[in-house]
């Protein structure tokens, strides 16, 4: 039996015998140990699943708080937007309209002038002495001839002011008008102008204003041309004289709308001196045009 028992490959060792109550005892407590152990398995494969319950919970909450901070990033970006829209488009109105506000300005400005000059019945001014009545024009038209009054229209209107001098110390006004009518016959050149103030400060219109005279060279189509007398070389005018002709000027200048800039010597033309004073004193020629603003309306 001994020898059976050891052929046939038994797990129990050798001279050692165990009872069948022991044998069952030794079976029941690796049952037991078998099921503390699956018992424990079954605890430990249970726990993580908690754990992760827990966890899942968590990311739930940040993502439910990550999703506000976005929403509440997409409000703030969308009313910022639709802020610096409406900015926009109120200053794009506001834009506009002080845009349309300065043409129409502009539009009315040059509505008025051109009213003002071609709505009476000169065109623009023939004579000036009704138009300027404090100022005491005398009208003695040249009689029309090729050398003094052409009476060749201003086609390019009024849009310069030009100042002369004589040229011929102690010169009246009367004296100069009547130079320019002598050339009618004498035909020794061609010189005018629209207006000449004596020494006294008389004023003599020669050429109505709505002609062409001869004096401004280039200029002479879009300009009028006043000559002042002066009493000797240095070609200085008297203060009557340069009084008259600051009002005179003024005068015109705001009749026709004539800025600072297009109030000229005969000089800024061609370069002549003339009129000799204001080119040898540029000082005083800026100061001539100071009192020609203020005396504008």
């Known amino acids: 039996m001994g020898d059976e028992r050891q052929n046939t490959g038994s797990i129990l060792p050798k001279n050692k015998y165990y009872s069948s109550d022991s044998v069952r005892a030794k079976v029941g407590q690796s049952n037991q140990s078998n099921n503390k152990?699956?018992?424990?398995?079954?605890?430990?494969?249970?726990?993580p699943q908690r754990k992760r319950k827990k966890k899942t919970s968590n990311q739930r909450i940040r993502e439910r708080q990550l999703l506000a901070r976005k929403n509440k990033m997409i409000a703030i970006v969308t009313v910022a937007f639709f802020f610096v829209v409406t900015v926009l488009c109120i200053g794009r109105a506001i834009f506009s309209k002080a845009k349309d506000n300065a043409v129409t300005n502009n539009d009315t400005k040059e509505e008025s002038i051109v009213d003002?000059?071609?709505?009476?019945?000169?065109?623009?001014?023939?004579?000036?002495?009704?138009?300027?009545?404090d100022l005491n024009i005398t009208e003695d038209f040249l009689t029309i001839n090729e050398n003094s009054r052409p009476?060749?229209?201003?086609?390019?209107?009024?849009?310069?002011?030009?100042?002369?001098?004589?040229?011929?110390?102690?010169?009246?006004?009367?004296?100069?008008?009547?130079?320019?009518?002598?050339?009618?016959?004498?035909?020794?050149?061609?010189?005018?102008?629209?207006?000449v103030?004596?020494?006294?400060?008389?004023?003599?219109?020669?050429?109505?204003?709505?002609?062409?005279?001869?004096?401004?060279?280039?200029?002479?189509?879009?300009?009028?041309?006043i000559e002042c007398c002066h009493p000797d070389k240095t070609g200085n005018f008297t203060d009557a004289t340069y009084n008259n002709c600051v009002y005179l000027v003024a005068a015109l200048a705001d009749y026709y709308d004539i800025d600072r800039d297009h109030i000229i010597r005969h000089y800024d033309v061609t370069g002549?001196?003339?009129p000799k004073y204001f080119v040898d004193h540029e000082d005083r020629w800026?100061?001539?045009?100071d009192f020609v603003d203020?005396?504008?309306k």
């Open 116 to 133: 003002k000059i071609f709505s009476k019945n000169i065109e623009p001014i023939k004579g000036a002495a009704a138009v300027f009545p």
């Open 272 to 274: 002549k001196e003339c």
């Open 197 to 225: 103030i004596g020494l006294d400060g008389e004023i003599i219109q020669c050429i109505p204003l709505d002609e062409m005279c001869y004096a401004s060279n280039k200029r002479n189509d879009d300009s009028l041309a």
């Open 294 to 296: 203020k005396y504008r």
């Open 37 to 47: 152990d699956g018992a424990s398995r079954n605890n430990k494969s249970r726990n």
């Open 286 to 289: 800026e100061v001539f045009l």
């Open 151 to 195: 009476g060749t229209e201003l086609k390019g209107g009024v849009n310069y002011i030009v100042i002369h001098y004589t040229g011929n110390p102690g010169s009246t006004g009367q004296g100069n008008r009547n130079y320019f009518e002598s050339l009618k016959d004498s035909g020794e050149t061609q010189a005018s102008s629209h207006f």
